[in-house]
């Protein structure tokens, strides 16, 4: 999920100004890839529209193309949903035969809630398969290009891949790690400052940095908060002005149980990490589901077993510390803010590296300007993948 500000995969890396973010320019570059690569940045766009609705599936987009045209196209929506490939056929119909499909992930060979795409694939007469990244799935690994070759289709799984693993970080972080990605976001001002002393923070950032933050809780799976904030903002935690937009699921970690019932992210759905000497019964009247846990390790692995792949952490400076100490943070977004204050709040209270040879460096880095802010993202962690000598990306 790292690099990208939206959709996740978008073209870059890009420097975008505050004269050049609107009207958006036109990107001439995409007129000189290849069909291939178009072709599969198109599927990746379908899939993003899946972000934050697909956990614990991966968002996975599928366009199928004949003679130059697309014939069919779909993204899988949500689990328990048809996947990409299916609704792509589904369009179709008969014009899948003798057709190359484009998939952002390996099509599936086990039977899960659905039978396999890889059968349905051959099944239509679709004569080649273009596939951006393989499935780290135990279940498929491998196997899905293993079974489309065998059938005699023509199969490459390497367009794109780079930005098709950093759209389905969460997937392949809650796959192979069991926890959530997690991606820091903070605003600070020019002096590294993300409140004033008093404790205010509204507002770091100007409108269009808050508005894409906004398209970003519609993107990710849970927002997390420390009871600090809570007590502090009061913060809703929505995705306000976002068409078609839905909220995070939000998650408060307060081992004390300081959050007061009335706050407003206290709503059915929410998640309250906490301790279990805390009291939760009241919070459960509400709906809201309670996790005790020793760590933040172990927070972070009970937020998987909710199915949370992504996770958006809005602050403060404390939960973020403690996150970044523990090893748990694997991405940032800093929006910084043409704006001094002196004195005030820093992002991170835990101090974690006592000299510059400790500072954790950050890799992917981007830089872009958002309205007057300038937003710094990068990542800490790799995302994880499929290590996969034994598979040729192109067929013989
Ligand atoms: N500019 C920005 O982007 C931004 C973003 C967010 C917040 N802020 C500002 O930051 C200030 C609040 O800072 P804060 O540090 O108090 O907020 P915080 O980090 O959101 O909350 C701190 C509280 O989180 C609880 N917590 C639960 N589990 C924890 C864990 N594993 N490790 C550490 N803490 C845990 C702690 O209380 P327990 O010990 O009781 O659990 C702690 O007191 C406000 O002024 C707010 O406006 C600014
Ligand atoms: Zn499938």
Wanted: charged share 20%.
């Amino acid at each position: 999920m790292c690099e990208h500000l939206e959709p996740p995969g978008a073209p870059l890396p890009c420097i975008q100004t505050a004269s050049s973010a609107s009207p958006r320019k036109r990107d001439y570059r995409s007129s000189l890839e290849p069909p291939d690569v178009l072709w599969m940045r198109l599927a990746l766009a379908l899939a993003a529209r899946g972000l934050g609705r697909t956990a614990p599936n991966p968002p996975v987009g599928c366009v199928l193309v004949k003679g130059g045209v697309a014939v069919g196209s779909g993204f899988h929506a949500k689990a328990g949903e048809p996947h990409a490939e299916v609704l792509a056929l589904r369009e179709a119909r008969a014009r899948a035969e003798g057709a190359t499909a484009y998939v952002t992930l390996e099509p599936c060979s086990h039977h899960g809630r659905t039978p396999p795409c890889a059968d349905a694939l051959v099944a239509a007469g679709i004569e080649r398969v273009v596939v951006a990244v393989l499935d780290p799935n135990p279940l498929v690994a491998g196997s899905g290009v293993t079974r489309l070759r065998a059938a005699g289709l023509e199969v490459s799984w390497d367009v794109l891949e780079g930005e098709a693993v950093r759209q389905q970080a969460g997937f392949r972080s809650l796959i192979v790690r069991g926890r959530p990605w997690v991606v820091y976001k903070v605003a600070m001002t020019l002096d590294g400052k993300v409140a004033a002393l008093s404790g205010a923070s509204r507002w770091v950032s100007g409108a269009p940095a808050r508005a894409l933050v906004h398209r970003w809780r519609n993107q990710f799976d849970a927002v997390a908060v420390g009871s600090g904030t809570i007590l502090a903002d009061d913060p809703q935690l929505g995705t306000r002005d976002v068409p078609g937009g839905r909220d995070a699921r939000p998650v408060i970690f307060d081992r004390r149980g300081l959050t007061p019932l009335a706050a407003r992210v206290i709503r059915p759905g929410s998640v309250l990490v906490t301790s279990s000497t805390t009291s939760t019964t009241a919070y459960k009247r509400k709906q809201v589901t309670v996790i005790e846990a020793e760590n933040e390790v172990e927070a972070l692995m009970a937020l998987g077993e909710l199915g949370l792949s992504t996770v958006l952490l809005e602050g403060g400076p404390t939960l973020a510390g403690a996150l970044l100490s523990a090893g748990l943070i694997d991405e940032v977004r800093v929006f910084v803010a043409p704006k001094l204050l002196g004195a005030g709040l820093t992002p991170l209270s835990a101090p974690f590296a006592t000299s510059l040879d400790e500072a954790h460096p950050l890799r992917d880095v981007r830089v872009s300007g958002v309205g007057q802010d300038v937003l710094i993202q990068g990542c800490l962690h790799k995302i994880p993948r499929l290590e996969v000598d034994a598979f040729e990306p192109h067929s013989a």
